[in-house]
């Protein structure tokens, strides 16, 4: 990510990622800091110690997150008029939204992804089981050239929102990572409490066979 876009990221994204999650009706609540924990899914796959070669660059067109039954589509997310970064519409067929300014998926650095926990009237959104991720777990985000690129979890964190880690979250890194990044904690009175971020680095790609190009 350049640094101009990290720093529209930092300024703006946050404001965005507060006001998305604040106010908006729900159904339910997201799963609360410290509520109890899946049953542990076994085997678990490990994180690679060989960091995966980056790959070229093409935009993200689908997101998969096997363990928590994820399939969604990708769209892409830029900046409003008011210099804030765009979040996904809240509609019935809720998706991701991968912003435009970061790298894609397997590229160096962090590649940043958004998703609502819920969706208004709609009920839950496309990233509202992402507290239930593990280290190791497998995200593949498919790009528009075909490729398969495949992410290991390598850390979930529930953070405060007014706490929000940005060195960590939009800091450069010297390999592709991902970030997936949504509400979560308590609903309090102008929404939820907290973020929930899952850190990812590039475990591997599938490329696409010449009948799939």
Known sequence: MTAFS?????????????????????????PESGSTAPQPRSPHRTVPAEQARPLAR???????????????????????????????????????????HSPTPGRTGPSVILGHVTVGRYGDGVFRRLTELHRGDRIVARLENGTAAEFAVTAVRTVPRTRFPVDDVYGNVDRPELRLITCGGARTGDGYADNVIVFAALSGAESPTSGER
């Open 58 to 100: 093409s935009v993200p067109v689908r997101l998969l997150i096997p363990a928590i039954g994820v399939d969604t589509p990708v769209i892409s997310l830029g900046l409003a008029p008011d210099g804030t970064v765009r979040v996904p519409p809240v509609t019935a067929d809720d998706r991701a939204g991968w912003y435009r």
């Open 6 to 30: 990290r720093r529209a990221f930092t300024t703006a994204a946050l404001a965005s990622l507060l006001t998305a999650c604040a106010g908006q009706g729900t159904k339910g609540t997201a």
